[in-house]
C-alpha cells in the first residue's frame, strides 16, 4: 500500500494484506550465521538436524525477525515523507520454527500512529506466515517513524 506522509493518522486498524511468498534455502540460513557468527548445528548441520527435533535445519528466529525489514516496505511505503527510520520492536515472538525450504511471507495491520518529537511514529504488527502452516514463525510490532 502507498500512502502520503499526511494521512499516515487514518490507518489506525488498516491490514495492509500480505506480501508475496518467499523461499528460505540453506544458503540464506548459511549466510545469516556466517553474518551472525551463530553456527548452532539446528541451523548449519543438515545431517545431524534430519536427526533432531524437527527433521531438518530450521532459520535462526532472528533471521526471520530481520527478513520483516524486507517486508514493512512490501506491504506500506509512505510518500511525501523526507525520511523513515526504523525505531524498534515491541512484543516480538517466534511461535514455529522456519524449517529450510518452506516459503514464508509478511501480513501486515497498522496498530497505531502518533506524533513524536516532528514525525509520525506507526506501529506495524507484521505476522510472519509460514507456508500451510497453523501457526506464524514471527509476530512484531514494528516501530518507524517518518518526517514531513
Not at 512490501?74 to 527510520?85: A, N, P, Q, Y
Request: charge should be negative.
Amino acid at each position: 500500500m502507498e500512502v502520503p506522509f499526511h494521512a499516515l493518522n487514518t490507518l489506525v486498524g488498516t491490514d495492509l494484506g500480505s506480501t508475496d511468498w518467499m523461499l528460505i534455502e540453506q544458503s540464506r540460513i548459511d549466510g545469516y550465521a556466517d553474518a551472525t557468527d551463530d553456527h548452532q548445528w539446528i541451523h548449519v548441520d543438515p545431517a545431524r538436524a534430519a536427526e533432531g527435533p524437527f527433521g531438518s535445519t530450521i532459520a535462526h528466529g532472528y533471521l526471520t525477525l530481520a527478513l520483516v525489514n524486507k517486508f514493512l516496505p512490501d506491504l506500506i511505503t509512505v510518500t511525501e515523507s523526507s525520511m523513515g527510520v526504523n525505531y524498534g520492536c515491541e512484543k516480538v515472538r517466534f511461535p514455529s520454527p522456519v524449517i529450510v525450504g518452506s516459503r514464508i511471507r509478511g501480513a501486515g495491520e497498522v496498530v497505531s500512529v502518533e506524533e513524536v518529537k516532528g514525525s509520525l511514529q506507526i506501529v506495524v504488527r507484521v505476522t510472519v506466515e509460514i507456508e500451510g502452516a497453523d501457526r506464524p514463525a514471527c509476530v512484531v510490532d514494528t516501530i518507524s517513524r517518518f518526517y514531513p
